[in-house]
C-alpha cells in the first residue's frame, strides 16, 4: 500500500519546490496490507482508530489492489434517521446494479420480516458466487439510531459466504462484536496496528532524506504516538528548514498545516477553482453529478483531481474525497462568497438530494438557502400526518428558520402558520398545534383576502379539524365538520390541487372514535358525527379520506356480528378508496373481508384478497406499504396460528414500525396476538402494558375491549382463574351497551373454554345467557377457524408462488369420485368395503388436501385440478 497522506505529488504539471516532498517519494507499509489482506478472509472487518490515522485511505488504497467489487459507504451523523440510511445505502448499490437499488428503495428499511427477506434475496441475485465482495461502511461512528445498529447485527450474524462487510470507525461499533468474535465470524483493525512503528517512523524520514538521530525517532515516536498526518506535518517542517522542532502540539500542526496548503496549494489553482473548493465546503457530501451540476461545466470539476492527496475522487462511492483538514481550511474561506453565491450552493444541492430521493439532506440545504418554498414542498411528500421523529425532524428546521424573523413573503408566512402546526399536529402536542392555529386565523382572518392568506386560513382549519378527530372519543364533541367545511371554503377562493401522499388518508388503529365507557348508540353518533367531513375533506385534499364512512359502518357492523352488512361495507370501502389512491382505507377494507372471510369458511376468497394485498405492494406512492401488509397479514397468521410467516418483528418487544403513534395501537395487538398463538402468555401481557405513556391502545374502546378480552384468555392459560374471570367481566361491561360480541367470539376455543369456567362459577356476575351463546359461537367459530387454517396452510404458495400439488391416493381418489355422484357415505363403505368411519376419515383428509369445506367445495376443486375430469359410471 502507498500511504497517501505521506506523499505530495506532482501538481498543475509542475514540480513542486525543492524544499518540498519528493513528488516520487511514497512509502511501503507491508505490514498493513498483510492485516488487511488475512482481515478480508473474514465476514466482518472493523478498522477503528482515532482522526488522523488514515483509516479510510489505507483501507480504499489496499482494496484497489484487490479483485474485488467495493460498494463504499460514506456515512454521517444524518444517517441516524432511518429514511436517510436506507437512502444512502440504496444509492451505493444502484451505482453498482442500478435494477437492484432501485427495488431497494422500494422495500424500504427492512425493519420487517418481509423486508428482511426481501433485501436478502435482492442481494443474493446481486452477488456472483465466483466473486468477493468487500461492502465499507465508513465513518460508521457517527452512527446511534438503534434500528440501524439492530439491523447491522442482524446483517453480520449470518453473513453471505463470499462478502465482507468493513466498519470503519473511530470507537468500537455499537453491535454484536462479542459474539461475532467468539465465533470467529470478525476480524478487527485498531489504533495498535495503524501507528507507525518507530522503524516504519525512521524509513519514512530516511525516504524524506531526513536521517535521524535514534534520541530524535524515539522523541517523534512518542510525541506524535504513530500519527501518519502528524509526521506528514513534521517532515513538512524539517524540509521548511525546521528539524529540530520535535514536540507534538495539535494546535500548532493545524497552522502549519493550513500554511502549508496555502503557500503549496491554494495559492497556485485558478481563481475559479478556489471558489468552487470554497463553494464545496458548504456541503457534507461530494458526488460526481452533484458537482457536474454545482461547476456547471466538466473542467471546473475535473481540475479537482490535480489536488491530490487532498481532493481526490473515489469511484466506490461515484464521488469526492476531501480530506478534514483541508475542508477545515476551505470553510475559513467562505467569507470570500457572496450571499447569493452560498444560498445558490444550497438550493443546487437541495434540489438534487430531492431527485434523488435523500430527502433529509435536501431539508437541510433548504434551510440553509432559506428556501422556504422548496422546504414546504419536500414536506408535502410526506404522508399528510408524518411519523414522529421525521415530524420532529421538520419542526427543528421550521423553527430555527422563523426564530429571529417576523415575518416574510407567502412562502415564509405559510411555513411559520401553516407548516408547523401541521408538524405539532403529528407530534400529538395538540394543545400546542391548536394555539398556534387558532392564533394564525385571527391573524390572517383580519386581513385582506389573498391567494397565501386563503392557503394559510385553509390549512390551519384543516389542523383544528384533524385534532377534533382525534379528540372526539374523549371530548365527546363529535360536532367535527364545521372545521372542514370553513378549510373548504378558503381553498375553493384560491384552488390549489395537491396530489401524492399528503393526499392519502391515514387511518387510525381503529376508525371509529370511540372511548370508554360508551353508552347504547355511541357508535352510530361518532359516525353520524364524521359522515359530514367526509365531502369537505376529499374535495379540499384531492380525495383524502373518501369514504371512510363506509369503513367505519364496516368496522362496527363487524365487531356487532353483522357480518353482512360489515361485508357490503367494506367492499364499498375498498371499491372507492381505489378510485382516490386511498390505500390505508382499502388495506383495512381488505383486512375485515379477510376477518369475515375466516367466519364463512371461504377459502378462496382468502386467496383472492392475500392476491390483492400483494398488489398493493407495487403501488410506489403508498409510502406506508410494507408496514400495513405486514400488520394485515400478520394478524391473520397470528388468528390461524401460522406466526412463522408472520413478520419477525412483530414478534419481538424491541422492534416497532416507523409509523406515527397513534396507528401503534392494532401493532401492539398483532404483537400480543403473535404471542398468544405461539402460547407465550406472559409475553402477552407484557406486550398490552408496555405501551409507552400514552397508552393508546386503551384510547380506543375497541382497542381496550380487544385488549382485556385477550388478557382474560392469556390469563386463564396462566392458571389465573379468578384474575381471568376479572378481566373477563371486565370486557363484557366494555361490550354489552352495544353488543360489541366479535372479539370474544374470534377467540374461538379459547373463549369457548373460559365462557364454560365462568358459567361453572358461582362468583362470575355476566349473565348466563350471554356466556352460553358467546361461548356456542366462539365454539362453532374455532371448528371452521381450525378447517379454513388448516386448508390454507396447505393451499399456500411457497417462495417462488406456486401451490404446492396435490396428492390423492387410490382409496382417495375413489371416494372422492363416489362424492362427485352422490352418494352416501354408507354407500360408498358398502362399495369401498371399509368401515364407515375409515370412510368419514378418508373424507375428512380429502377435505383438508384440496383445501374445501364441505362436498360441494371438494368437488369443484378437484374439477378444477383435474381429478374428475374422467369421472363417470
Known amino acids: 500500500m502507498r500511504y497517501g497522506l505521506l506523499q505530495i505529488q506532482e501538481y498543475c504539471g509542475k514540480p513542486m519546490p525543492d524544499r518540498e516532498f519528493n513528488p516520487d517519494v511514497s512509502l511501503e507499509r507491508p505490514r498493513i496490507n498483510a492485516l ?30 484487490c479483485n474485488v467489487t467495493t460498494v463504499w459507504i460514506q456515512l454521517s451523523e444524518r444517517d441516524n434517521l432511518v429514511s436517510r440510511s436506507w437512502e444512502n445505502f440504496a444509492g451505493a448499490i444502484s451505482f453498482h446494479n442500478k435494477k437492484t437499488g432501485t427495488l431497494l428503495e422500494e422495500i424500504g428499511f427492512p425493519e420487517t420480516n418481509r423486508q428482511f427477506d426481501r433485501y436478502r434475496a435482492l442481494i443474493s441475485k446481486t452477488i456472483i458466487l465466483q466473486k468477493k465482495y468487500v461492502i465499507v461502511l465508513d465513518d460508521f461512528h457517527k452512527i446511534n439510531n438503534q434500528s440501524i445498529l439492530r439491523l447491522l447485527s442482524r446483517i453480520t450474524a449470518v453473513p453471505f459466504s463470499n462478502t465482507t462487510i468493513m466498519l470503519i470507525s473511530r470507537n468500537d461499533p455499537e453491535i454484536n462484536t462479542v459474539s461475532l468474535l467468539s465465533k470467529g465470524i470478525l476480524t478487527r483493525i485498531s489504533i495498535e496496528d495503524l501507528r507507525f512503528s518507530e522503524q516504519e517512523i525512521g524509513d519514512y524520514f530516511q525516504m524524506q532524506d531526513l536521517p535521524m538521530t535514534a534520541e530524535e525517532l524515539a522523541q517523534i515516536c512518542r510525541d506524535t504516538e504513530g500519527w501518519p498526518l502528524a509526521l506528514n506535518t513534521i517532515a513538512a517542517d524539517s524540509k521548511a528548514g525546521k528539524p529540530g522542532e520535535a514536540l507534538y502540539s495539535p494546535g500548532q500542526m493545524k497552522t502549519r498545516f493550513f500554511k502549508m496548503i496555502e503557500d503549496n496549494y491554494f495559492f497556485g489553482i485558478e481563481k475559479e477553482l478556489r471558489k468552487f473548493l470554497i463553494k464545496l465546503s458548504l456541503i457534507e457530501q461530494w458526488p460526481h453529478e452533484l458537482l457536474e451540476e454545482l461547476a456547471q461545466d466538466k473542467k471546473t470539476a475535473g481540475g479537482m483531481e ?29 467569507s470570500e462568497l457572496s450571499a447569493e453565491e452560498i444560498r445558490e450552493v444550497y438550493i443546487q444541492t437541495a434540489q438534487w438530494c430531492a431527485a434523488n430521493k435523500l430527502r433529509m439532506d435536501a431539508a437541510i440545504n433548504y434551510k440553509n438557502a432559506k428556501d422556504y418554498r422548496g422546504l414546504i414542498a419536500l414536506i408535502y411528500s410526506f404522508p399528510r400526518i408524518l411519523p414522529n421523529e421525521t415530524a420532529a425532524f421538520f419542526l427543528e428546521i421550521v423553527e430555527r428558520l422563523i426564530l429571529d424573523k417576523k415575518d416574510g413573503d407567502g412562502p415564509f408566512l405559510f411555513l411559520r402558520y401553516a407548516i408547523r402546526p401541521k408538524l405539532l399536529l403529528s407530534m400529538g402536542r395538540y394543545e400546542e398545534a391548536s394555539a398556534v392555529s387558532r392564533g394564525a386565523i385571527t391573524k390572517f382572518e383580519g386581513l385582506a383576502q389573498s391567494s397565501v392568506n386563503s392557503r394559510i386560513l385553509c390549512a390551519n382549519y384543516i389542523v383544528l379539524g384533524t385534532i377534533a378527530v382525534f379528540t372526539c372519543r374523549f371530548t365527546r364533541n363529535y360536532n367535527i365538520a364545521p372545521w372542514f367545511e370553513k378549510a373548504d371554503f378558503y381553498y375553493s ?17 381503529y376508525v371509529c372514535q370511540v372511548a370508554y365507557p360508551a353508552e347504547k348508540g355511541a357508535f352510530e353518533k361518532a359516525i353520524q358525527g364524521f359522515a359530514p367531513v367526509i365531502p369537505y375533506a376529499a374535495h379540499t385534499l384531492n380525495g383524502f379520506l373518501y369514504d371512510v364512512d363506509a369503513l367505519a359502518h364496516c368496522e362496527f357492523a363487524y365487531f356487532k356480528g353483522d357480518l353482512p352488512e360489515a361485508e357490503n361495507f367494506a367492499r364499498r370501502a375498498v371499491f372507492r378508496a381505489r378510485e382516490k389512491n386511498q390505500y390505508e382505507i382499502e388495506n383495512r377494507g381488505l383486512f375485515f373481508l379477510l376477518r369475515i372471510s375466516l367466519h364463512t369458511g371461504n377459502l378462496s376468497e382468502i386467496q383472492e384478497l392475500f392476491r390483492q394485498l400483494d398488489a398493493q405492494l407495487e403501488a410506489g406512492d403508498y409510502l406506508n406499504r410494507y408496514i400495513f401488509y405486514d400488520v394485515t397479514t400478520g394478524w391473520f397468521y397470528a388468528q390461524t396460528g401460522n406466526t412463522g410467516k408472520a413478520a419477525l418483528w412483530l414478534k419481538n418487544d424491541f422492534e416497532k414500525s416507523e409509523l406515527n403513534d397513534l396507528f401503534h395501537c392494532f401493532e401492539i395487538m398483532v404483537k400480543a ?31 381496550k375491549l380487544e385488549k382485556t378480552a385477550l388478557r382474560a384468555a392469556a390469563l386463564y392459560h396462566l392458571g389465573e382463574k379468578d384474575a381471568a374471570l376479572h378481566e373477563l367481566a371486565a370486557a363484557y361491561e366494555m361490550a354489552f351497551p352495544n353488543s360489541l360480541d366479535m372479539p370474544f367470539i374470534e377467540m374461538g376455543e379459547d373463549m369457548r373454554r373460559l365462557a364454560g369456567a365462568a358459567l361453572n362459577s358461582k362468583n362470575c356476575a355476566i349473565p348466563p345467557t350471554w356466556l352460553e351463546t358467546i361461548r356456542n359461537r366462539a365454539s362453532a367459530y374455532g371448528k371452521k377457524l381450525f378447517l379454513i387454517a388448516e386448508a390454507f396452510r396447505r393451499t399456500a404458495p411457497d417462495e417462488k408462488g406456486q401451490a404446492p400439488p396435490v396428492i390423492l391416493f387410490r382409496r382417495e381418489k375413489a371416494v372422492l369420485r363416489s362424492l362427485s355422484l352422490g352418494l352416501t357415505r354408507e354407500k360408498i363403505a358398502a362399495e369401498e368395503n371399509v368401515s364407515l368411519n375409515a370412510v368419514k376419515e378418508i373424507i375428512k383428509n380429502l377435505y383438508t388436501k384440496l383445501g374445501a369445506l364441505n362436498r360441494a367445495d371438494a368437488i369443484r376443486i378437484a374439477t378444477a385440478l383435474g381429478f374428475l375430469k374422467n369421472s363417470s359410471h
Open 306 to 334: 490535480r489536488i491530490n492527496p487532498l481532493i481526490h475522487y473515489d469511484a466506490y462511492v461515484h464521488g469526492y474525497r476531501i480530506h478534514r483538514l483541508f475542508l477545515e481550511f476551505l470553510r475559513e474561506k467562505q
Open 36 to 65: 488487511l489482506k488475512k482481515a478480508l478472509e473474514s465476514p466482518v472487518v472493523t478498522v477503528i482508530a482515532p482522526e488522523g490515522y488514515g483509516k479510510t485511505h489505507s483501507v480504499n488504497s489496499f482494496l484497489k489492489t
Open 673 to 703: 396476538k403473535c404471542s398468544f398463538a405461539e402460547k407465550r402468555y406472559d409475553a402477552v401481557l407484557k406486550t398490552l402494558e408496555n405501551q409507552g405513556d400514552k397508552n393508546w391502545l386503551e384510547s380506543f374502546l375497541l382497542g
Open 493 to 509: 377562493r384560491h384552488p390549489f390541487p395537491l396530489e401524492g401522499p399528503v393526499t392519502q388518508g391515514s387511518i387510525t388503529s
